[in-house]
């Protein structure tokens, strides 16, 4: 008998997550020289890491072959100061992508619920069915995560509750009112997860974290993968009441994030430069896609994050055929919708040769889309 017959059932059926594809493996199948390969598409920082990240790395390798402080004191203590927590309050992860996990190894079981919307970041549904739970999906009108509906479709058996705001690959916020709203609905026993991957870029910041103030059952997850240009690196962190930060705690493994990845994240939270140079870069690129896509009256969702979802007919065929080009972007198929690809923002050069890709391959016949 095969083995997997031996497996978990729901670990079988898992769809392993499709991440951006890389650079080296492009270049490697295409006989191309990788320097020449644009890669927008998972929404990495087109200015490189935190230069001071970079100089806080090379200094903390001299000390590799220690431990990392497993409890991360100087990290988290720096993130608990700049948002006015204490440092019990701040759980590490090796990337936020990990709090997600520890929240549901600590809330989820066969009889648990967790609740996403449509076009959420797919990685919510993925852990959902790793644990045997059963996802619960709610309608996003316009691409907007519809919170009452979402606090509607709560039951005894929900524990979490999944808000990426803004959401990945739709790139739409909610507001403050809906997430208000939404909190003061919010039963004892279920915890609404607010994962802010993006939240740097916004113009128009929410307050979630007064709710963790007031002690209700919120966490926010931030990360160093995308402002701060520190992808490679994993790390993420959760802001949440002491009591469900020291739940999370206990799920991690003891060195979960390593010392070389603490010490860039702790430069690169400081550096100020950095960021609003990527703001900035990131700005100019929106407007340049949203005016292009208008022109090309192309069908895009405004974004105020550092992507952009376009509608260009077959998501699938305008990935391969953009790729051939030595331009990767994301298809969006494993997010229910097949007729459109994720562009993440570039630099003003990569932007251009993106949609002159972009353009050529939807020049061809049977590509352009229905207008
Ligand atoms: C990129 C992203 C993350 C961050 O993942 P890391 O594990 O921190 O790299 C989390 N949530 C969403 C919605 C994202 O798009």
Known sequence: ????????????????????????????????????IVKVA??????????LAKKAMQEAIESAHIYPDGGGYKLRSAIAEKIGFGIENVVLGNGSNEIIELLCHTFLNRDAELIAAKHAFVVYKLMATLFGAKYVEVDDPDFIHDLDAMADAITENTRLVFIANPNNPTGTQVTQEAIDRFVDRLPEHAIAVFDEAYFE????????????????????????SKIHGLAALRIGYGIAPESLANLLQKARQPFNTNAIAQAGALAALDDDDHIQKTRAINSEGLVFYEKAFAERSLKFVPSVANFILVEVGDGGLVFKEMLKQGVIVRAMGGYKLPGWVRISIGTPAENAR???????????????PAV
């Open 201 to 224: 870029f916004l113009d128009t910041p929410p307050d979630v974290l007064k709710h963790i103030r007031a002690g209700k059952n919120v966490i926010v997850l931030r990360t160093c």
């Open 42 to 51: 998972s929404n990495e920082n087109p200015l490189g890491p935190s230069p």
């Open 1 to 36: 008998m095969p083995i997997s017959n031996f497996a978990n059932s729901f670990v079988c059926d898992l769809v392993a997550y499709e991440p951006g594809k890389p650079i080296e493996e492009t270049a490697r199948e295409l006989g191309l020289d990788p320097s020449s």
């Open 354 to 368: 993106a949609l002159e890709v972009l353009d050529d391959v939807l020049a061809k016949a049977g590509l352009a």
